[in-house]
């Protein structure tokens, strides 16, 4: 099993610098040509399957990536979706250090750590992901398009990390490719 992670093309909150969370907003149009431009670079891998979150930025995603490589339609997996940002859900991305107690500063953003869906929690629902995926799809490769939290606790999951360690690695951009190794994960 070869398990490739897309994160969702830009929409409407990220270009307005908001964090989504559960939000429902479109991609923009710069996230269908990101969309675009990951399927073609995609195209001609052996895809076996393909998962997305249930919301639109990245159900929408996996649609333009499977028509533009020819992989299959995706189907909605509620396990990819993105970290429930709580009474952050809407609010500015450069607030985060202002109204967030406990604060992890990436290389990129700053991640809030208390309310809504934590990361030990996001973590056990990445585990569980790859535990069904391991089950149902043993022999296949899988394309995941899905959002950056949960994107980083599935790759924790793969490699057994704590959700801190996760959190170092480098922050994951619209339409960036985890491709899942057992030696070391290709970023492109």
Do not use: C
Request: glycine residues 6%; charged residues 30%; without cysteine.
């Amino acid at each position: 099993m070869k398990i490739f992670i897309v994160r969702h093309g830009q929409d409407e909150d990220n270009a307005n610098g908001i964090l989504n969370g559960h939000r429902d907003k479109p991609l923009t149009e710069l996230g269908r040509e990101q969309a675009k431009t990951t399927g073609l670079k995609l195209k001609g891998e052996n895809i076996d399957v393909v998962f997305a979150s249930p919301l639109k930025r990245a159900f929408e995603t996996a649609q333009i990536i499977s028509q533009v490589a020819d992989f299959p339609e995706p189907i909605k997996e509620d396990l990819l979706i993105e970290r429930d940002f709580g009474i952050f859900t809407g609010k500015p991305v450069a607030d985060i250090p202002i109204l967030a107690k406990k604060v992890y500063k990436g290389d990129k953003i700053n991640y809030f750590l208390e309310e809504g869906e934590v990361f030990p929690e996001l973590l056990k629902r990445g585990k569980k992901l790859l535990e069904k995926l391991s089950k149902e799809y043993p022999d296949k490769n899988i394309l995941l398009a899905t959002h950056g939290d949960i994107a980083k606790m599935i790759q924790a999951s793969y490699h057994k990390w704590t959700w801190e360690e996760a959190l170092k690695t480098p922050y994951f951009d619209n339409t960036g490719v985890i491709i899942l190794t057992d030696n070391k994960d290709v970023i492109e």
